[in-house]
């Protein structure tokens, strides 16, 4: 702090401010003598003579709206009138609670001071474009399917709770999961508390087998009272009953038209389902659903696959393209903790013509002080695979969850989940390619023949090849069609095999079989493309389209020997066009199949079960006339590491909010966006990055560095100095396009939400069209505090 009327020796200035919070109390005397005991008796007095003069009461004012660039506001305090910007403001706050609550000289002379206030502006600047970049938080697969419709009544409900007597509220609208009641005396109710509503006024003119109480959960109490004094606060169902939101569902459906409606928490419930329809399409994560039993991973039953971790797979394949997946998954599981970041390292190399795996987690690695072996034995032999990984427990209170959010009926609920009842744990994999290429040991590192024995313990066993179930996030499907019941003799070939495999067709549709073989002949595998011959059809001579067909195999039973079969291409016009009229001649005697597909069922509760698990956090890049901005950020577990590291990175959720601006932000460069960001406004291509922080305490501004085009040896050298001196925290970023609007995946909701709000749905259509890209964020923090330090090869 400067003196603008006194001067005192500059060496003196930091005794004054280190006495200034002891000044006028008890402790002073002590604290002087422990701070000025070494100083001579004239400075020692001139101390106290500074100190003296700064906490004297001063009388003048304060106008900043001469000299400000912000918005200048008026400020009382006490007796005093102050015309302060929003800088002024927070400097006037702290120091006057540093003199002791008094305005003084030395409040005047610090908020006057200029270099004082260009310290409090750049960390108010910095603070303000934080605010800048919030978005609101979209929580995947905690949001019900139906429209949370609200309808504006009053109505009288008994509320109780242990520590509250019953007393009766009156609602302020209604919806199927929860309501705005109207609480006297102001304060009555709790935010967080847990309390039995009873809707006697609502039930009593229906049929209504249970008592109508229920409980319910409060999420939100206004902080300023109603012109009548009463205080509104929101509430959540919390009792899981399908009973009372069916009877909800209709009562508000019967007096829609008597009441005033409200569906604005449509366009959210809507909007959520679209991102998260575009989320299964282009994340990078690799959902594998498999059974636990004793912590040994018994059975690696499902994956989820989309265009890009399809690809993925192709790793996992051995020599004669079976997947060994259930090895890798088998070997490590007992390794990876539940819902924690971790990372898989695996080598794929050839011994004797066949395909072998060494696969370890990386923490396991350098435990075992196994790291560079097992790089440098890569490098020599294999292929290598980093992937993040994170595994989850599939409990039963989540699938009771999954149940209540996303199903209307409870019987509805038990026949989509059906097909997972046997998963109790699901594993996500995503593949770091560009780690990949850092992990190259230094040429003058040599692999022992000790170490290249040791490494053999991190052999993956080679199982009895698994049929995993391969399935695509995409809902269409030709078993989806309608299907006839239709037995006849089929005869199955593959170009690999001499074998012919007998079986029988089930049902049909127009594209695609449902048949059952007499024994599994063939070792097929989800994905083979099959020839199908009917040979009961040669009557039909040259129309019969089922001769030497190519079919692909969709969907494997192995208990019951059934296969799912469809066309590999559905634009054949003779196929389509002979099971049409083949269906046509035989109406009267053909019955439809017109149970639930295990097959679709099973896609549909897999999609909604990586959902619910979205292992990271993501946000969307939209497009508009001004340019690009961003908007939702996409979380299912408010604890993942990804949301806590964000969050530690000056970004604190505020009312369901959170800023991007650390991950997108970058004032060094013009526009003021890290580069990857950059090039994806300018051209729309997908991108991959990495941000790496470096955290200090206090600090203002957080350093840190995009890997886009950036050079290896500085990143190392960046990243050592972190470890070294600071916190370092990173976050890798998967910018992907959205090339397509997926409207049709709401279309019912979207006509229902037309009728009663047409700019609703207007503006559903603008999100939809808006919307330009997805950024995946994954938390690789972990990765570089093993490995941050280590001596690799660069090219570069």
Request: charged share 25%.
């Amino acid at each position: 702090m400067v003196s603008n009327t006194a001067k005192l020796d500059p060496k003196l200035r930091k005794f004054v401010d280190l006495l200034i919070p002891y000044y006028n109390k008890s402790t002073f005397p002590l604290a002087f003598d422990k701070t000025c005991s070494r100083l001579t008796k004239p400075q020692q007095f001139s101390i106290k003579g500074e100190l003296a003069r700064l906490f004297k009461p001063f009388q003048r004012s304060i106008d900043m709206s001469t000299f400000s660039e912000y918005d200048v506001s008026e400020f009382n305090w006490g007796d005093k009138r102050f015309y302060l910007d929003p800088v002024g403001k927070r400097m006037f706050v702290l120091e006057v609670e540093k003199f002791g609550n008094q305005y003084t000289e030395g409040v005047y002379e610090a908020i006057t001071d200029p270099a004082q206030y260009q310290e409090y502006e750049k960390q108010y600047k910095y603070e303000q474009a934080i605010k800048e970049y919030e978005v609101p938080m979209t929580v995947l697969g905690r949001t019900t399917r139906r429209l949370e419709e609200r309808i504006y009544l009053s109505k009288p409900v008994i509320v109780s709770a242990p520590d509250l007597e019953p007393t009766e509220l009156f609602t302020s609208n209604i919806s199927r999961s929860g309501c705005q009641l109207k609480v006297e005396p102001f304060g009555l109710i709790k935010l967080g508390q847990t309390i039995q509503v009873n809707f006697h006024s609502l039930t009593r003119d229906y049929t209504f087998d249970c008592e109508p109480t229920f409980e319910y959960k409060v999420m939100f109490t206004s902080n300023k009272p109603e012109p009548d004094g009463s205080q509104k606060i929101g509430i959540a169902l919390k009792s899981d009953s399908f009973d009372w939101a069916s009877f909800l569902d209709g009562y508000i459906t019967e007096n829609r038209a008597r009441f005033k409606v409200d569906i604005a928490n449509a366009k959210d419930l809507a909007e959520s389902r679209l991102i998260e329809d575009h989320l299964l399409k282009q994340t990078h994560w690799l959902p594998i659903f498999i059974s636990v039993k004793d912590n040994q991973a018994t059975a690696v039953r499902h994956c989820l696959t989309n265009e890009f971790t399809k690809q993925e797979l192709t790793f996992f394949e051995d020599e004669r393209k079976a997947q060994r997946l259930h090895s890798i998954i088998y070997a490590n599981w007992p390794q990876l903790p539940l819902a924690q970041n971790e990372t898989l390292l695996a080598i794929k190399f050839i011994r004797q013509d066949k395909v072998v795996f060494l696969s370890a987690t990386l923490s396991e690695l350098q435990q075992k002080d196994l790291l560079m072996p097992f790089l440098a034995f890569a490098k020599k032999h294999g292929t290598l695979a980093v992937f993040s990984v994170k595994a989850f427990a599939i409990a039963p209170e989540d699938i009771h969850t999954i149940k209540y959010n996303w199903y209307s009926s409870e019987e509805d609920a038990n026949t989509a989940l059906e097909p997972i009842n046997n998963l109790t744990h699901c594993v996500m994999l995503q593949r770091l390619t560009e780690h990949e290429k850092l992990l190259v040991p230094p040429a003058k590192y040599q692999l022992t023949a000790e170490n290249t024995q040791k490494l053999t313990s991190l052999m993956a066993p080679r199982l009895k090849v698994a049929n995993i179930s391969i399935l695509s996030v995409e809902p269409q499907c030709a078993r989806q069609e309608i299907r006839y019941f239709y037995q006849t003799r089929l005869a199955l070939t593959h170009q690999k095999y001499s074998d012919t495999m007998a079986c029988t067709s089930m049902d049909m549709s127009t594209c695609g079989l449902k048949v059952r073989a007499s024994t599994m002949s063939l070792p097929l595998v989800q994905g083979d493309v099959v020839q199908v011959t009917a040979s009961d059809f040669i009557k039909f001579g040259e129309a019969n389209a089922l001769n030497k067909t190519l079919y692909r195999v969709v969907g494997i039973n192995l208990e019951s020997m059934d296969l799912h079969l469809e066309l590999v291409d559905p634009q054949q016009e003779k196929v389509v066009g002979f099971m049409q009229k083949l269906f046509e001649s035989n109406a009267e005697r053909l019955k439809v199949n017109d149970k639930y597909d295990k097959f679709v069922l099973l896609q549909r509760a897999l999609r909604t079960l990586f959902i619910n698990f979205y292992p990271s956090i993501g946000y969307g890049i939209f497009k508009n006339r001004q340019g690009f901005y961003f908007d939702r950020l996409l979380v299912a577990d408010y604890k993942t590491q990804e949301l806590k590291t964000l969050t530690k990175l000056q970004s604190p959720v505020n009312k369901n909010r959170i800023s991007v601006f650390q991950i997108i932000h970058d004032d060094k460069r013009k526009p003021p966006l890290i580069r990857s960001i950059d090039l994806f406004s300018r051209n729309g291509k997908a991108i991959q990055d990495e941000l790496i922080f470096q955290i200090q305490p206090n600090q203002v501004d957080i350093p840190k560095q995009s890997r886009a085009g950036a050079n290896v040896r500085n990143i190392q050298h960046f990243i050592r100095q972190t470890l070294n001196k600071a916190q370092l925290s990173s976050l890798w970023l998967n910018i992907l396009p959205v090339g397509e609007s997926n409207l049709a995946q709401i279309d019912q909701q979207l006509n229902y939400i037309r009728q009663f709000n047409p700019h609703k749905a207007e503006e559903i259509e603008k999100f939809s069209d808006s919307l330009a890209g997805l950024v995946e964020v994954v938390d690789t923090s972990h990765f570089w505090h093993q490995v941050g330090e280590l001596e690799f090869e660069y090219n570069n």
